[in-house]
T-cell receptor, first 109, second 114 residues
Framework: GQSLEQPSEVTAVEGAIVQINCTYQTSGFYGLSWYQQHDGGAPTFLSYNALDGLEETGRFSSFLSRSDSYGYLLLQELQMKDSASYFC??????????FGGGTRLMVKP | GAGVSQSPSNKVTEKGKDVELRCDPI?????LYWYRQSLGQGLEFLIYFQGNSAPDKSGLPSDRFSAERTGGSVSTLTIQRTQQEDSAVYLC????????????FGEGSRLTVL
């Protein structure tokens, strides 16, 4: 079967670093995507890991370990505008992206 | 268009009525996805199109839900005999190369069933 686990909520202060973990179980795994969604807005693509290791895009980095079925999103130098929900989405055979419940990040001053 | 366009943005209907939601993907995007999101919840996969065909319809919640895509472009999601539990935001996304896991989402259609 398929399963996806992320923390439901994370709180951090402005300027800090936060890591959002994701563990998944899916058949025919191709890679792991991360999306950001502000309240009332549409999800927007952040990053994609097809291979093991770290991908860096500005303040955001994403990591994947295929052998552990695990990934994380690392947000550095947190800003108030980073308050949003973050979703990991495994890409499985057939190019179906499965989204979980997401992690609600609250950044405090 | 510049992005994925969905209509209507808001729809209020009475229980038992049929509704049709439309998605106009980014030009040239061959893959099209429908998701449903209830308030404060995650995204529930409904259906995926590659061109005009839907390899995976397993996410459709019941036989009241159907979707089609014509000309490899516009897609419609139809909900027959709507129920209150159908109330949600219905999100459409398209992708040029879904193997990269990069989907472009529309702003969604908010459906309220009274």
């Amino acid at each position: 079967g398929q399963s996806l686990e992320q923390p439901s909520e994370v709180t951090a202060v402005e300027g800090a670093i936060v890591q959002i973990n994701c563990t998944y179980q899916t058949s025919g795994f191709y890679g792991l995507s991360w999306y950001q969604q502000h309240d009332g807005g549409a999800p927007t693509f952040l990053s994609y890991n097809a291979l093991d290791g770290l991908e860096e895009t500005g303040r955001f980095s994403s990591f994947l370990s295929r052998s552990d079925s695990y990934g994380y999103l690392l947000l550095q130098e947190l800003q108030m505008k980073d308050s949003a929900s973050y979703f990991c989405a495994p890409n499985n055979a057939g190019n179906m992206l499965t989204f979980g419940g997401g992690t609600r990040l609250m950044v405090k001053p | 268009g510049a992005g994925v366009s969905q209509s209507p943005s808001n729809k209020v209907t009475e229980k038992g009525k049929d509704v049709e939601l439309r998605c106009d993907p980014i030009s040239g995007h061959t893959a099209l996805y429908w998701y449903r999101q209830s308030l404060g919840q995650g995204l529930e996969f409904l259906i995926y199109f590659q061109g005009n065909s839907a390899p995976d319809k397993s996410g459709l919640p019941s036989d009241r839900f159907s979707a089609e895509r014509t000309g490899g472009s516009v897609s419609t999601l139809t909900i027959q005999r709507t129920q209150q539990e159908d109330s949600a935001v219905y999100l459409c996304a398209s992708s040029l190369d879904s193997s990269r896991g990069e989907l472009f989402f529309g702003e969604g259609s908010r459906l309220t069933v009274l």
